[in-house]
């Protein structure tokens, strides 16, 4: 599961890398249209949205993988060995059972919206909408393997 996972972290830091320097040349190129030339792109505001959009949902992903999430610890240090196992546990699957209900119900906002077109772009908003569930999707991946590595972390401390 490692390995599945540092391939998408992969493909998502790449994307990443990707959207931040491109949003930042459209939302200049509008400016400069705008202001300079007096004629505004009518699609650059609207792609600048989306491709924030994509950058926040992979970057929250992204940002679970490198432990960039805040951690409440108060709680987690109060309690002895074989308590924290079963917190952490419980943290785990709360947590999965949250990001699988945000994939679920992402998905399916995400595909109604086939039908509606973005005005600027005249692309199905869909695509738009996929950010979110594809993002949980990945997160929810990446806890799993966390949940697999604290299972095996306390296993062998046992």
């Not at 939302?27 to 491709?51: D, G, H, K, N, T």
């Not at 992204?62 to 002895?80: D, K, P, Q, S, T």
């Not at 906002?109 to 695509?127: E, R, V």
Request: aromatic letters at 14%.
């Amino acid at each position: 599961m490692k390995k599945v996972n540092d391939t998408i972290i992969y493909i998502c830091r790449l994307l990443i890398m990707i959207m931040i320097p491109a949003m930042t040349l459209v939302v200049f190129a509008q400016v400069v249209m705008r202001y300079v030339f007096l004629s505004p792109f009518i699609w650059a505001e609207e792609l600048a949205r989306y491709l924030l959009l994509w950058i926040s949902c992979l970057g929250a992903a992204y940002g679970l993988r490198e432990g960039a999430h805040i951690a409440v610890m108060f709680l987690h240090n109060r309690f002895g060995r074989r308590s924290r196992f079963g917190l952490t546990l419980f943290i785990h699957l709360t947590v999965i059972g949250f990001f699988m209900v945000c994939c679920v119900a992402g998905f399916q906002i995400a595909l109604a919206q086939w039908d509606q077109i973005s005005p600027g772009l005249q692309l199905p908003m869909t695509w738009a909408y996929l950010s979110i569930p594809v993002g949980f999707t990945i997160m929810t991946l990446l806890t799993l393997e966390l949940l697999i590595a604290d299972c095996k972390k306390f296993g062998h401390a046992s």
